[in-house]
């Protein structure tokens, strides 16, 4: 008897039997030819002789090619601006300069820019503050982002006022009054005078690692002090230099009309004083006011420094009928009262205010003296 292959299971099988007795598929007659079973109802689909394997293949196929490729990526620039405080500042604008493109910021201070790639001037500016801006080039279209901007906010105050960008906002920096002494360099006459411009009022205490201040457009200079010593002047009489010239230090300034920015980021320890450049005339009584401060550097703390104000008690300064103006302590007092600031045209005043030196002619240094409002007439 002839036999013929199983065209699913690939066994032999005789020609005569209507099914393959090893997996009961139709037995081909000849190559090609499927006879009819009761597992393949539709003789004429080409799915009755399909494994389970084809089914398979064909369902991967299938999903291939359904899968679409995922889209590009949106170029877009992202960022926070927050103000020099750390505070989010909702409503500040990003755009590309001579585009379309501008957005807002929302109540977190985020922002999501679109645009295209290349290269193009970035702007981020709030009503209030300093804006921000810089030359982008980004060629990739895709998500950039950009991190913190942070936008200095100007200060509420009147631009004649001194403020320090200290931790909570913007805190008024008082101005002082210094104290002046007139003052013979050694071996110099009395017409030889220098005035030493002293710090005897308490001031702020500023702890950080930056600084930044506004302070009145003004020419001014940051001085290191000695001691109390802020600086010292030579009246118009004086030929000789005196002592205890200032030690300026250096200052990042920045011009903003009536107002200047001025900043550092490595200032030492020490204390400070802001004072009228290029001289302090020591007969104008308007140019002895400074605005003082004292500064704790602490590194690695971020954000604005931490302000102590000045004590409110403050101690009496000069001359008082109520202070011991003797030369030695203990002794009898000397009643020398202040009169625009300026003690009495006589000598034990002046020796109870270590200012006596001793001229050849009394007369001609109280002369001196008075004409240049040193002192007064009792």
């Known amino acids: 008897m002839p036999t013929v292959l199983c065209n699913r299971c690939g066994r032999q099988a005789l020609a005569n039997l209507p099914a393959c007795p090893s997996c009961g598929a139709s037995a081909f007659a000849s190559p090609g030819q499927i006879a009819p079973t009761a597992r393949d109802p539709d003789p004429s689909s080409c799915c009755s002789a399909i494994t389970t394997g084809g089914v398979l293949l064909l369902l991967v196929l299938a999903a291939g090619a359904c899968r679409r490729p995922p889209p590009p990526p949106e170029p877009v620039i ?20 001579d585009t379309a493109f501008r957005v807002q910021t929302d109540a977190r201070g985020t922002f999501s820019l679109p645009f ?68 013979t360099p050694a071996g110099g006459s009395f017409y030889n005078r220098c005035a030493e411009f002293h710090l005897t009022a308490p001031i702020a205490a500023l702890r950080g690692s930056f600084l930044s201040l506004f302070l009145p457009n003004r020419n001014v200079g940051l001085v290191a002090l000695q001691g109390t010593l802020v600086t010292s002047d030579a009246f118009l009489t004086t030929a000789t230099s005196c002592p205890g010239a200032p030690r300026l230090v250096p200052v990042r300034r920045r011009d903003m009309g009536e107002r200047q920015l001025v900043a550092f980021d490595d200032l030492a320890a020490g204390t400070y004083c802001f004072i009228p450049l290029p001289r302090m005339p020591p007969q104008q009584q308007a140019m002895q006011e400074a605005h003082c401060f004292r500064w704790e550097r602490v590194e690695g703390q971020g954000g604005n420094p931490v302000m102590t104000d000045p004590p409110t008690e403050n101690e009496p300064m000069g001359q008082t009928e109520a202070d011991d103006h003797s030369p030695n302590a203990g002794g009898s007092p000397v009643n020398c009262p202040l009169r625009n600031g300026v003690i009495p045209c006589t000598e034990e005043c002046y020796r109870a205010d270590a200012r006596w030196p001793d001229p050849g002619s009394p007369q001609e240094f109280f002369a001196s003296e008075r004409e240049s409002g040193e002192c007064h007439v009792p």
């Not at 992202?78 to 300069?97: C, E, H, K, M, W």
């Not at 009147?158 to 909570?168: D, E, I, N, Q, R």
Request: proline residues 11%; aromatic residues 4%.
């Open 78 to 97: 992202v960022g926070r601006v927050l103000d020099n405080f750390s505070r989010p500042i909702q409503g500040a604008t990003a755009s590309i300069r």
């Open 116 to 183: 295209t790639p290349g290269a193009f001037h970035l702007v981020v500016e709030a009503p209030g503050c300093l804006r921000w801006e810089r030359d982008l080039q980004i060629a990739v279209p895709a998500r950039h982002p950009l991190g913190d901007r942070v936008l200095l906010r100007l200060p509420e105050a009147a631009p004649s006022l001194a403020v320090v960008a200290a931790v909570g906002g913007y805190r008024p920096l008082p101005p002082v009054t210094l104290e002046r002494r007139v003052v």
